[in-house]
């Protein structure tokens, strides 16, 4: 993991850009160590810039976590495959005819999932080596096939917090019966991109014997910036 530039913001926390191999990622720190290591993703081939993504991990790390987020494989400026860009294509074009749009968002997502996790757990490896950072590990973010995967694969998960508004693949959606770690799952209740029972459905089918979920009115991009602040108070009774 080599650091390539760094910036510290009024509020103390410390915001560190790296790469690992071809990877892009960002870290931010509040000094405060040793920290809990949160992971937060972002997915829709969004950068790791992305205006919501870096306020929830400002704000997470000035509550005294480590948090980090890559640029998985088609995201932000990381090539994208002649697949994806295809599925995307495909994607635009039958959303702006009303068609169904699930299997294409199956070529799509599932994929996605299965070259990011590598490229996660790898990160995870070099950033649990750095001075200042631990155990636990929690997981926060809006990728939540990729949360799913990673809760079942990854030990050293110790809890998740997961926005219900992204797509999740049928193989993640079998594989929710896995996860067991606790879980807080948020809902907009009026999301015009996800289905209401869907989500439901998903968050009835999670293993976990703590499981919360939180709905509010509003759509896709609403979610109360209250939810933050309940969000890491359930970090704090899971990796604290």
Known sequence: MQFTSEQRFDDGVLQREFTLGAIPGTLWTS????????????NNGLPKADPRLVARARYTAARGYAVATIDAAGCG?????????????????????????DEIFESLVGPMVEKAVPEWQMT???????????????????????????????????????????????????????????LLFL?????????????????????????????????????PWFELEDGCRFLDRHLK
């Open 187 to 223: 809902l907009q209740w009026d999301d015009e991109g996800n289905p209401r029972q869907r989500a439901l459905d998903l968050f009835d089918a999670f293993g976990s014997k703590e499981k919360t979920l939180h709905a509010n009115l509003g759509g896709h991009t609403g979610t």
């Open 31 to 42: 000094g405060i160590a040793p920290a809990p290591l949160v992971l937060m993703s972002h």
């Open 77 to 101: 400026d990381r090539p994208r495959s002649a697949a994806e860009e295809r599925a995307r294509a495909d994607l635009r074009r039958a959303m702006r005819a009303g068609e169904p749009v």
């Open 124 to 182: 995870l490896d070099a950033l649990l080596e750095l001075p200042g950072i631990a155990g636990p590990v929690g997981y926060s973010g809006g990728w939540t096939a990729l949360g799913i995967r990673l809760a079942v694969v990854e030990p050293r998960i110790a809890a998740a917090g997961f926005f219900a508004g992204g797509f999740v693949p049928r193989a993640q959606r079998e594989e929710a019966r896995q996860v067991t770690v606790p």
